[in-house]
């Protein structure tokens, strides 16, 4: 059914093949037990390639190496594991089949996609971001709250944030932003900087009125959240110290943006189409019309710029 292989710091058993001895060589992840016969599909790794997750065919996912911390294995024990251990999913009703993980290298937080279109996460949770209505850790999953803004709504892509602590934000089929967790910064868009443990909605009251979100990217060790819109610009909102929000802002002024503004068109994106937006330690980068464009950390500048 294949083969995992892994190499590199093995202290944590991150590994998975039964020791705690670190190899430059690759060597196989123990597929005898728990993953015995299974198909693996996709995998994943959190906290510094420390906690490492495979997901099988069946819509089952399995973990190994650190779980001491948050309880990253997901499997009710607080200790770490150098064999794949099963996820402990019998506290989610109905059973789910996973189809999407996320994880993240700066994340101490797992959060997966069912089938049916339902968010489960487990891990670090002291800034609200697991979603369940409560700050505070979990080792085994738990449901993401959708009794509130998120009833009757269909979530149709997902997007993490991993910065100073976390951050998760849904895109729903209408076209509509929801988020939840850390937000110190204005990260959740809402109007506010107060952390919540369950979804609040993305302001579309006042730059987003009248439209709908196409795209909705966050990044790792950012704090900010980029949108494109139905009317092919761009919106972001959260930490705008370095100048990731895109419109000619950045230090202190600019540091809090818990409202969604509009980010600079005016200049070398003026008339492009953007394609793709994606983000990564406080720097936001657009690709339109084929060309690539950046602004903020490492680019020197609060907006947009050819690349």
Known sequence: MGTLYAWGDNRGGQLGNGSLTSTHIPTPVDMTGVLAGKEVVDIAVIGMNETYMAVTRDGLMYTWGYGTTHGQLGNGILGNSSVPVAVDTSGISPSPKVVEVFGGTQSMTWLARTDDGRLINWGYGLQGQLGHGRFGNESKPVAVNTSGVLAGKQITSVATSVGSNGAVFALTSDGQAFSWG???????????????????????????????????????????????????????????????????????????????????????????????????????????DGQAYSWGTYTGTPGPRVT
């Open 182 to 288: 850390y937000n110190s910064y204005g990260l959740l868009g809402n109007g506010s900087t107060t952390d919540s443990s369950i979804p609040v909605a993305v302001n579309m009251s006042g730059v987003l009125a009248g439209k709908t979100i196409t795209k909705l990217v966050a990044g790792s060790t950012s704090n900010h959240a980029i949108a494109l819109a139905s009317d092919g610009k761009l919106y972001a909102w959260g930490e705008g110290y370095y100048g990731q929000m895109g419109n000619g802002t950045s230090g202190n002024p600019g540091i809090r943006n818990p409202l969604p503004a509009a980010v600079d068109m005016t200049g070398v994106l003026a008339g492009k189409t953007i394609e793709d937006v994606q983000i990564a330690w406080n720097t936001t980068l657009v690709i339109a």
